[in-house]
């Protein structure tokens, strides 16, 4: 009996770690609730803080030094996933000092980010933004397509196969 409870204990153990919403980078403990409205009115306060923002990738432009993208900041669930049913709060950029031509990745795609605000810059274009949060990328986790909404109603069998495949 003791036996059979330990090895269903442990496969309880391991179908809950293969759970994990983010990779293990997005677990630091030196990120600040810092709001984009905060960021936006007072960047020089909120300078060198490691914050963890997301939204949707709206351009990527190659630097010499990295990735450079305009994102469409929005607010976060409890998992990390932006919340494209709320309001979008503004743009911010997001370098992304890892040259490794992954673009693709990230162009219109659903991201978290964990960086440190390096201040404000001029926006990427002229959308009427003057000066928008720049944030040094230490992590970035592209979220998979999904639908919105109910999920599982679209693809009854996501959710098993989200577990074993």
């Known amino acids: 009996m003791a036996r059979d409870m330990k090895c269903f204990l442990t496969l309880i153990y391991l179908l809950l770690a293969g759970c994990a919403a983010l990779p293990p980078a997005f677990n630091d ?77 990230y162009e219109n795609k659903e991201i978290v980010a964990i960086g440190v605000i390096e201040g404000k810059t001029e926006s990427m274009d002229n959308h009427g933004d003057t000066a928008i949060p720049l944030i040094r990328a230490t992590a970035i986790h592209a979220w998979p397509d999904a639908y919105h909404g109910n999920y599982y109603q679209n693809c009854p069998t996501c959710y098993f196969k989200q577990l074993f495949w």
């Open 29 to 105: 403990a030196r990120v600040a609730r810092v709001s984009y409205a905060q960021a936006v009115s007072e960047t020089q306060k909120y300078q060198n803080e490691y914050v963890k923002w997301g939204g949707v990738v709206v351009d990527v432009k190659q630097e010499k030094n990295g990735e450079l993208m305009r994102v469409m900041f929005y607010p976060l669930d409890f998992y990390g996933r932006p919340q494209l049913d709320q309001t979008a709060e503004g743009y911010f950029l997001l370098k992304n000092p890892d040259s490794s031509d992954q673009s693709a990745l």
